[in-house]
């Protein structure tokens, strides 16, 4: 699709500019099909077509500012610089969707659970690995997660035990993401890291 610019004086005054149907030209006559004449004819009545010069950009960090333009004889060049982000802005944003996504993984897991389960977690999740070590060893929360459910310490520790090594590993992987992002000293490095993937235990 053809873009237009209208030039007045040899400066651009509207961009994008939208070709009329028909327009009065000096002479006093009116042009119909406008919007469908050749770009001489265009430019002669200050329509001047325009073609845009954009540089690739890494969208991560970079976007397109306002064009320049450069008027020529029957149409002008839009020239966009590219624009980088401030590297401490660009950390800080790459950061938070690290913890959002750790959030949601580990939302996932406590799905179908009550608020009040989910705050006995930490202590159960001690005595599993407390019975793990030593499975004469049952702790309080354990025993009482025992009391409160249809299976023996045994069964809960294998049940338990994978749960809670994805929790470790999910909170590992933020760990080493979090580093890896403070540690960068340039944009590349940031956009260059995966920070979709590493979440599950392999």
């Not at 406008?34 to 976007?63: H, L, M, R």
């Not at 929360?141 to 069964?155: D, K």
């Not at 049940?159 to 470790?168: D, E, K, V």
């Not at 993401?177 to 944009?187: E, G, K, Q």
């Amino acid at each position: 699709m053809t873009i237009y610019a209208k030039v007045d004086a040899g400066a651009v005054t509207e961009f994008p500019a939208n070709l009329p149907k028909s327009i009065k030209m000096a002479d006093s006559r009116w042009l119909c099909n406008f919007d469908k004449v050749d770009k001489a004819t265009a430019a002669s009545q200050g329509y001047y077509e325009v073609i845009e010069d954009k540089p690739v950009i890494n969208e991560a960090f970079e976007e397109l500012g306002d064009p320049v333009f450069v008027v020529g004889s029957n149409e002008v060049t839009a020239t966009y610089p590219a624009l980088t982000k401030p590297l401490e802005d660009y950390r800080k944003e790459v950061l938070t969707a690290v913890y959002s996504r750790a959030k949601e993984i580990m939302d996932g897991l406590s799905a179908g659970y009550s608020q009040a389960e989910i705050a006995t977690w930490p202590q159960i999740q001690q005595d599993v690995m407390a019975y793990n070590a030593d499975n004469a060893v049952i702790g309080v929360a354990l025993q009482n997660a025992v009391n409160h459910s249809a299976y023996t310490a045994a069964e809960l520790s294998t049940i338990l035990t994978p749960r809670i090594a994805s929790q470790n590993h999910i909170m590992d992987r933020r760990a080493q993401l979090v580093s890896l992002i403070r540690s960068a000293t340039d944009h590349l490095s940031i956009s260059a890291l995966d920070i979709d993937s590493g979440w599950q235990v392999a």
